[in-house]
């Protein structure tokens, strides 16, 4: 199975320019966790989640629609090809760490959207098939790689 087969499409996506309040209506609208960022010609330039929003306006004090989405949004992306499998996009997920990627076609511009979200549902839909592209087991295993603490000793719980 390749990402085409399970990617979410018609991607609701913001501007950089954007306001953060205008974002986060997006993603109450819409019941998503993110949504990415792209130019005029639709390639990625970053992605804005619902964290990020509460962080920015937390650590900068002012309200979302006192906030660019560019002094929010993550620059470093990560995404993958329709053509690519399931692996794949869970190896990037892992290594990344991070729980959704982008879709671009070969001229990177945005085509879709494939969450961890969307493994935990393909490899349910997959348990009573002989031939699996998907376990429980490896949707776990990205999603323990994925909540990794990034500073273990800052964020090891105190006794």
């Not at 399970?6 to 993110?34: E, Q």
């Not at 004090?61 to 869970?90: I, T």
């Amino acid at each position: 199975m390749v990402i085409e087969d399970l990617m979410s499409r018609n991607v609701a996506t913001c501007k950089a320019d954007d306001r953060l309040d205008a974002a986060a209506r997006l993603m109450w609208d819409l019941d998503v966790g993110c949504v990415p960022v792209v130019d005029d010609r639709q390639h990625v330039v970053g992605i804005i989640t619902d964290r990020d929003v509460c962080m920015a306006t937390y650590t900068q004090g002012k309200a979302p629609q006192h906030v660019f989405v560019r002094e929010a949004m993550a620059r470093e992306v990560y995404s993958c090809l329709p053509d690519d499998n399931l692996p794949e996009a869970e190896d990037i997920m892992r290594k990344r760490r991070v729980r959704r990627l982008p879709v671009v076609d070969l001229d990177g511009r945005l085509v879709g959207l494939i969450s961890l979200n969307d493994l935990a549902r393909e490899s349910v839909r997959q348990q009573t098939r002989v031939q699996r592209d998907l376990t429980p087991t490896d949707v776990s295993a990205t999603l323990a790689a994925i909540c990794q603490p990034r500073h273990p000793a800052v964020l090891s719980p105190t006794a």
